[in-house]
């Protein structure tokens, strides 16, 4: 049995698990000019709660402040909150709802999951790797590349913007 089937199978992992938003990170990259160069950046207000019913029963949700954008260069984060990116006004959340996975061998899952970007929904399934932390927490770690046109995130100053962007999430859960 691998590792990740041994944790969703032990009676301490069934129940709640809320997000340590202190001990996560939800980070993106971003290809411009033409993918001579990266953006990199974070958001950095996020929460999110999971729940394990038996080990092929798992659900979840992260809620992200769209506004909390931060690639380190205040006129382009304003830029990225603005209607033609992130629209914040109008559309203050990103969120990650997870509907199911199972245990994909060794520290790995598969998890059946959707992200919703103003407004509009699209199916994200992401590999995620489970480690089970010395506190009592557990560790999911993931990278995957979404189009962000298909999200409308649609700003593209002269071409520069690439469409492709990568993320990656660190999040800490801890039983309820």
Not at 5 to 26: E, H, M, R, Y
Not at 46 to 61: A, L, N, P, Q, W
Not at 83 to 102: K, L, M, R, W
Not at 141 to 162: D, H, I, Y
Request: proline letters at 5%; charged letters at 25%; zero cysteines.
């Amino acid at each position: 049995m691998s590792s990740v089937a041994t944790f969703l199978s032990s009676p301490k992992a069934v129940g709640t698990w809320n997000l340590d938003p202190g001990q996560s990170s939800i980070r993106f990259e971003n290809g411009t000019m033409w993918g001579a160069l990266k953006v990199r950046g974070a958001f950095t207000e996020f929460t999110g709660s999971g729940e394990i019913k038996d080990d092929k029963t798992v659900s979840g949700r992260v809620d992200i402040k769209a506004a909390s954008i931060n690639t380190g260069l205040g006129t382009r984060d304003h830029d990225l909150r603005r209607s033609n990116f992130f629209n914040t006004d109008h559309y203050p959340d990103i969120t990650v709802v997870v509907s199911g996975g199972e245990p994909a061998g060794g520290d790995v899952a598969r998890l059946d999951a959707e992200l919703t970007v103003k407004g509009i929904t699209g199916p994200l399934p992401l590999k995620v790797e489970v480690s089970p932390l010395d506190d009592g927490g557990v560790r999911l770690t993931t990278e995957t590349t979404v189009t962000r046109k298909q999200f409308a995130v649609e700003g593209n100053f002269l071409g520069m913007v690439g469409n492709k962007t990568k993320l990656k999430a660190s999040l800490v859960f801890r039983p309820a």
